[in-house]
């Protein structure tokens, strides 16, 4: 039975981008996933400090979708990349969402965001779920960590 998440309160909050564990990266520290992923969306490093500093993830996402700033040409081509290395680190970083990400079992993981039909599974279900497919990647990879005994899926 698929296991939905969105918002960051919910039982599988943590699974959201939004949810309140940062991670550093390169001695920087991001405050949330979604403050990380929207930065990267830009070269200039006072356009990635102002998404840094933003108090909130929704503050970060508004600013990452100001299209007045010159994002990144190759954008469209590395954002999965981008994705998986923070939501990665933020398992990586925080002991209780790795415990409840792990104890999904092999259950499917969808971010339930009826507007957003790439990250999500959009309004009516039809979405491409690539932040569940993510974290469904990421879940394995800690997995074998335990257990590198286990063969790659």
Not at 95 to 120: F, Q
Request: with cysteine; glycine share 8%.
């Amino acid at each position: 039975m698929p296991i939905y998440f969105y918002v960051p309160s919910d039982e599988y909050g943590c699974f959201s981008n939004f949810s309140p564990h940062g991670f550093s990266d390169e001695g920087t520290y991001w405050l949330t996933v979604e403050h990380y992923f929207q930065a990267q969306k830009f070269l200039q490093p006072e356009h990635k400090e102002r998404i840094r500093q933003a108090r909130t993830a929704k503050e970060a996402k508004n600013i990452g979708r100001d299209r007045s700033l010159p994002l990144r040409a190759d954008w469209e081509s590395v954002k999965r990349k981008v994705m998986r290395f923070a939501v990665l680190r933020k398992f990586e970083t925080h002991a209780e969402p790795r415990g409840i990400l792990l104890s999904t079992g092999d259950e499917d993981l969808v971010e339930n965001a009826p507007g957003d039909y790439y990250w999500g599974c959009g309004a009516d279900g039809t979405g491409q779920n690539v932040l569940g497919q993510i974290l469904m990647e990421v879940r394995d990879e800690l997995r074998r960590r335990q257990d590198p005994a286990k063969k790659q899926r």
